[in-house]
């Protein structure tokens, strides 16, 4: 056995973060409160949006803007074929069908030039979601999205602090969700961002995400048949503290990135690529073996020589649910996508890996 394992990912919470936490607990006021007002307004200062609100996680905040959207039974919404299950999880949610496009084969994003051809009268939303990190192409994706009236909601999940151009990731659609799960950047534990330039869409949000109140009201009044997917006020503490670090973070994530880019030199395993006009928040490093066996190899290979790695995310018309009801089949319809799943894995990524730790991980992969 090796004497030393390497963990994919690893929170990084500070003595400090934890107090930020205790300090709420301690006050009793426990749900929504000050801080998560100072989330929000922290949020709309860094990444230049004109509204924000937290919520109980990144796919709430892409359920709740669908909703307020008003998309439903009839309606299409465009998504890429390789993602976290829950992009396409709040379209069927919301009782509308998916359009899955395939995706690039070195940024993992959707492919805009494939966009087009599936667009159809019945077609309301493109849900680009910058994978792992990197921005989808938001110049195309807008100027299709312009030229046939359609939304976007940005899954931005992975992507707090990435930029496209002069832009931050989320700050370009209707809508930008971002994540606070433990496997991001900033934790909540559990957690979300939802952003918006729109006020009339940032009112119905936040009455949305609490049971459809109406917001200010006197006596209370409902508006809309809403949820619960509030965040608790020693969450967004913890989140309020953390953030703070999110450009250190970010650098960091960025060196270790590039030190893989320089390092891994297997003719066998394909590297991710960056287009100039995106900058990566690294939330993942994903790597394409040649196929599934050797996928599986190399992961096997990583694990007995104490390197923890994982599936990056899914192809989601290959999952049952999707496979079954969308009758598709991924490996034809899909090959990039199909792809980056059946043979594609995530390799440590996180602000505790040293540089010895990087190099092993590099000749580890470079002997295989
Ligand atoms: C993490 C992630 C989500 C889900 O976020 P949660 O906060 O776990 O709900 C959605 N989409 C993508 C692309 C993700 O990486």
Known sequence: MPDEIIPLARPNITEEDIQKVTEVLRSGMLVQ???VTKLEDFIIENISTSYCSVVSSGTAGLHLALIALGIGP??????????????ANVVELVGAKCLFVDIHPKYFNIDEKKIESVITQHTKAIMPVHEFGLCSNMNEIMRIADKHHLYVVEDAACALGATFGNKYAGTIGHFGSFSLHPRKAVTAGEGGLLVTHSASLDYRIKSLRNHGIEMNSNPMEFIIAGLNYRMTDFQAALVLNQIKRLSRILEYRKIVANAYLEKIKNP????PDVPDYAEHTWQTFHVVAENNRRRDELMTYLKRNGVMSNYGAQCIPATKYYKEKYELNAEIDYPEAYKAYTSGLAIPMHEKLSEIQINTISNLINRF
Do not use: C
């Open 33 to 35: 409160g000050e801080n």
């Open 74 to 87: 009839g309606d299409e919404v465009i998504v890429p074929a390789f993602s976290f299950i829950a992009t």
């Open 268 to 271: 066998n395993i394909i590297l």
